[in-house]
């Protein structure tokens, strides 16, 4: 499959699992879950407190490419060597994530800052990746993953940076 074909589907299935949700009016039951985070609402992103140097293209930008980008909108292709962790960062606004190679397991870290510096709070492993399938995830505070497999991972996540209801 080509690169471009790949990135349509992929931008497509998000647009389409973006309008579901808004105009759904059974959301709930849609096959799209969402993970919550300390900064999952649009109200916190207004008192988004982690500085822009943490932002995944600034502190992660050999795990996060640019795809497409523009005032309302930025697609990122994910990507994680085996075996790698990647940088603390964050990530500002909502997002879907769709996993295109899952890497399992993997270890996510998550982390707060403590007396100026960030300090790890918790560590979850993840012994399964839903593949092909747009998940919404909201804001996410100072993050790390180390992918503990023995291949490469790749996700896309775009990131929706205007108010939509979800």
Same mark, same amino acid.
């Given at each position: 499959m080509k690169f471009g074909q790949f990135f349509l589907g992929v931008l497509s299935g998000g647009i389409l699992v973006f309008f579901m949700l808004k105009y759904?009016? /059974?959301?709930?039951k849609s096959p799209v879950?969402?993970?919550?985070?300390s900064a999952d609402t649009l109200s916190a992103q207004a008192k988004w407190k982690w500085p822009d140097s943490l932002d995944a293209m600034v502190a992660a930008p050999?795990?996060?490419?640019?795809?497409?980008e523009d005032s309302n909108v930025r697609v990122l292709m994910v990507a994680l060597?085996?075996?790698k962790s990647e940088p603390i960062h964050t990530h500002k606004w909502n997002s879907i994530m769709w996993i295109a190679k899952p890497i399992v397991p993997c270890q996510i870290n998550n982390y707060k800052k403590v007396n100026g510096k960030l300090v790890k709070t918790d560590s979850v492993i993840i012994k399964e990746m839903p593949i092909n399938l747009g998940q919404l995830? +909201?804001?996410?505070a100072p993050t790390s993953i180390? /992918?503990?497999?023995h291949s /490469? +991972?790749?996700?896309y996540r775009i990131e929706f940076k205007k108010e939509f209801k979800n």
């Amino acid at each position: 499959m080509k690169f471009g074909q790949f990135f349509l589907g992929v931008l497509s299935g998000g647009i389409l699992v973006f309008f579901m949700l808004k105009y759904s009016t /059974n959301a709930k039951k849609s096959p799209v879950t969402i993970r919550e985070s300390s900064a999952d609402t649009l109200s916190a992103q207004a008192k988004w407190k982690w500085p822009d140097s943490l932002d995944a293209m600034v502190a992660a930008p050999k795990n996060h490419r640019l795809v497409y980008e523009d005032s309302n909108v930025r697609v990122l292709m994910v990507a994680l060597d085996s075996k790698k962790s990647e940088p603390i960062h964050t990530h500002k606004w909502n997002s879907i994530m769709w996993i295109a190679k899952p890497i399992v397991p993997c270890q996510i870290n998550n982390y707060k800052k403590v007396n100026g510096k960030l300090v790890k709070t918790d560590s979850v492993i993840i012994k399964e990746m839903p593949i092909n399938l747009g998940q919404l995830i +909201g804001p996410e505070a100072p993050t790390s993953i180390t /992918n503990q497999s023995h291949s /490469n +991972g790749e996700a896309y996540r775009i990131e929706f940076k205007k108010e939509f209801k979800n």
